[in-house]
């Protein structure tokens, strides 16, 4: 079992950027395509950006795409999703998630399903 704890919210200005990043303890974070949602009161939680074990592969949510980038550094077991030119519809809470089954992601790492692992999120909260 992973445990997983994002952190790098914050609040920032409408065309800033932040950098989440997603630690992983308790197992090695090598074993997982790892992704991120993102979930505001009311609404489902939306996927975000994915990467494979590796970090080879990298899947985006089309509303992200050109804006966030996803990547991973195994030997210090994190996961980072960079953002840039944040817009006030990019606030929410962020979760990364931990899918132990799939060796790279893919359309279907854009499924809450896929993943067994989640952490507690941290808040993004962008203003206009």
């Known amino acids: 079992q992973v445990h997983l704890v994002e952190s790098g919210g914050g609040l920032v200005q409408a065309g800033g950027s932040l950098r989440l990043s997603c630690a992983a303890s308790?197992?090695?974070?090598?074993?997982?395509?790892t992704g991120w949602f993102r979930q505001t009161p009311g609404k489902e939680r939306e996927f975000v950006a994915a990467?494979?074990?590796?970090?080879?592969?990298?899947y985006y949510a089309d509303s992200v795409k050109d804006r966030f980038t996803i990547s991973r550094d195994n030997a210090k077991n994190t996961v980072n999703l960079q953002m840039n030119s944040l817009k006030p519809e990019d606030t929410a809470v962020y979760y990364c998630?931990?899918?132990?089954?799939?060796?790279?992601?893919?359309?279907?790492?854009?499924?809450?399903?896929?993943?067994?692992?989640w952490g507690q999120g941290t808040q993004v909260t962008v203003s206009s």
């Open positions: 990467i494979g074990r590796s970090g080879d592969s990298t």
């Open positions: 308790g197992h090695t974070f090598s074993s997982y395509t």
């Open positions: 998630a931990a899918d132990p089954n799939r060796p790279n992601a893919g359309p279907y790492s854009g499924t809450s399903r896929a993943y067994e692992y």
